[in-house]
């Protein structure tokens, strides 16, 4: 029988929009959304168990065998859509030939208006820790493996949420679903467990939030960071979908 599941893999940056966008998809009637089931993969990998919050509750949680997580993924799903939000950065010391058989979607954020909110949770954040590196990596894959490539920029979608999503949807090939506007407030049961330490503010929300530019004087410290960060956004931000 032939698979004809859809699996699209949102491979994100920290505090960006990626679990509104999984909201939004979760709304859909077709899909099934999955919450970084990477992560405890990741935390098991690297030293960064040390210093994200309630990283022994995700290791205890969730799958720490990325490959078997992998086997998930390509797996059976109760939903023709399968929807996996990913932080890229978890995509480490595994085979990427399964991304031939996915759909995978790049979503990235101005540094400038990241890093600022990323000290709230992780107080001394590393290049390694904000995915803007993983993100060209998994970019020259793609590029060099003839696979599509999809940018999103988080600011995009809150600047023209309906516009943006329905052109992602064009280019995943699924049909743009209205419902993807808007969610009721609250958690999802598909939250991971650390969604108390990072998700307060989608938890309050009913819809993508309008846009704001941050206003606050940048953080002098994170300043030789974002000189490490801003030339690999730049590169992927000037692929993103238009709002």
């Not at 390509?74 to 010391?93: D, N, Q, R, Y």
């Not at 101005?110 to 390694?128: A, C, G, T, V, W």
């Not at 590029?143 to 995009?156: E, H, R, S, T």
Request: charged share 25%; hydrophobic share 35%.
């Amino acid at each position: 029988m032939t698979d004809k599941t859809k699996r699209i893999n949102i491979w994100s940056g920290p505090r960006n929009i990626s679990t509104a966008l999984m909201y939004s998809f979760a709304q859909r009637s077709d899909t099934q959304v999955y919450d970084e089931p990477l992560y405890a993969h990741y935390l098991s990998k690297t030293p960064a168990k040390d210093y994200h919050p309630g990283a022994a509750e995700v290791i205890a949680d969730q799958e720490n065998d990325g490959k078997k997580v992998i086997e998930m993924i390509m797996g059976t799903h109760s939903k023709p859509v399968a929807f996996f939000k990913h932080m890229t950065h978890h995509l480490i010391e595994l085979d990427f030939g399964f991304l031939h058989k996915t759909t995978n979607v790049i979503l990235t954020r101005d540094p400038r208006e990241m890093l600022p909110s990323f000290i709230n949770q992780i107080k001394q954040p590393q290049l390694k820790d904000t995915g803007y590196a993983a993100h060209i990596k998994l970019l020259n894959y793609l590029k060099i493996n003839n696979l599509p490539i999809i940018v999103l920029d988080g600011k995009n979608v809150l600047l023209n949420p309906e516009k943006v999503l329905t052109e992602l949807c064009n280019q995943i090939d699924i049909p743009f679903q209205k419902s993807m506007l808007s969610w009721n407030a609250g958690a999802r049961p598909e939250d991971g467990v650390w969604a108390k330490h990072w998700y307060h503010n989608v938890h309050k929300s009913t819809a993508f939030a309008e846009y704001r530019p941050k206003t606050e004087p940048f953080p002098e410290r994170l300043k030789p960071l974002l000189a490490e960060c801003l030339p690999l956004y730049k590169e992927l931000s000037k692929l993103a979908i238009q709002p």
